[in-house]
């Protein structure tokens, strides 16, 4: 689309956003969010296709005010929680779907390379996940139960400890971003490593099914939010790297919001994770037909909240045109 019929399409829109804006007093604070998460779709499309030029300088300004007057004012409303996760954060979230593929490559190609070196060297699977671990493994394999290692604990301990330890992951890999990016490559990288080792390490064993069955249970939620994390710290350090028409200060400090609202909206996920693997993985003698339910059901979860949702959200709110 050319510049001129860009801002053709769109200017009444951002007039009437701007007249709302300096009537706050008067104006509904949704109205204005919903009015703001449109503006960035725009001022994303603009950055895409009109860099450098005055309309994308115009919209920088327009966000950056309405950004700072936005959530420095806006009146919490009774179904606020609601409207995030319903509405606001998936709209939000459908600008980094190109991050998230980034991230999830990431972790395909260190997931393949940590499959690859444990199936070519016996001695990798010991460096990545450690002696003990294996050792126990191998003695439950030996006994007709490789999973048993889940059944150790109480539920409730198992629940608590699991789900603190994911959070504290998934923020490590989000933080970790500050480091133009390559603290969380890192991040995703090691992590995929050592799942390709640890699935490759049941393959070998002979026991690749009944293992990966019970794993996945809990693994489907706890994999991908750690790939979602990992586009939180990728947002964060790509907004140091490039910095587009803002500042490197101001394009950090939005970059770092974003990623924040990211990270944070795996929480619900991670709990859920530690639920299932608290209380639900330690049953190795499920049928088949539940557990592959159970895995479905939480890759299904993730794939509509964070990619198709987003998508459907958005035609549906710009009138069928995606920017």
């Not at 101001?250 to 919001?257: E, I, P, V, Y």
């Amino acid at each position: 689309m050319r510049e001129a019929a860009f801002v053709k399409q769109n200017k009444e829109k951002w007039i009437a956003f701007e007249k709302a804006m300096a009537a706050t007093a008067q104006s509904d604070p949704d109205a204005l969010v919903d009015g703001y998460i449109q503006l960035t779709n725009d001022l994303s499309y603009a950055q895409t296709y009109y860099a450098e030029s005055k309309t994308l300088l115009y919209l920088n300004s327009l966000a950056s005010q309405a950004h700072q007057q936005i959530y420095r004012n806006k009146k919490e409303s009774g179904n606020r929680i609601v409207d995030f996760w319903a509405r606001e954060f998936p709209l939000f979230f459908r600008q980094y779907h190109k991050t998230l593929l980034t991230a999830f490559l990431t972790f395909a190609a260190a997931t393949a390379i940590g499959s690859i070196s444990a199936l070519n060297d016996t001695t990798f699977v010991r460096l990545i996940l450690g002696d003990a671990y294996v050792n126990e493994t191998l003695n439950n394999i030996a006994k007709g139960e490789p999973t048993a290692i889940y059944g150790s604990g109480s539920e409730i301990g198992t629940f608590l400890g699991i789900t603190i330890n994911n959070i504290r992951v998934a923020f490590i890999a989000f933080a970790f971003g500050a480091i133009c990016s390559i603290g969380t490559v890192y991040v995703l990288f090691t992590n995929g490593v050592m799942l390709g080792a640890f699935c490759t390490f049941f393959y070998t064993q002979g026991v690749f099914f009944e293992a990966n069955r019970q794993i996945w249970l809990h693994g489907t939620l706890e994999i991908s939010v750690i790939v979602i994390a990992g586009c939180a710290g990728l947002i964060m350090g790509n907004s140091i790297l490039f910095p587009g028409t803002f500042s490197r200060r101001q394009s950090f400090m939005r970059g770092a919001k974003d990623g924040l609202k990211v990270v944070v909206s795996t929480i619900p996920f991670f709990i859920m994770a530690g639920f299932i693997e608290g209380f639900i993985t330690r049953y190795s003698n499920m049928p088949d037909a539940l557990a592959l339910l159970i895995i479905g059901g939480s890759l299904l979860s993730i794939v509509l909240y964070y990619i198709v949702y987003p998508n459907l959200l958005n035609r549906k709110t710009h009138g069928g045109t995606i920017h």
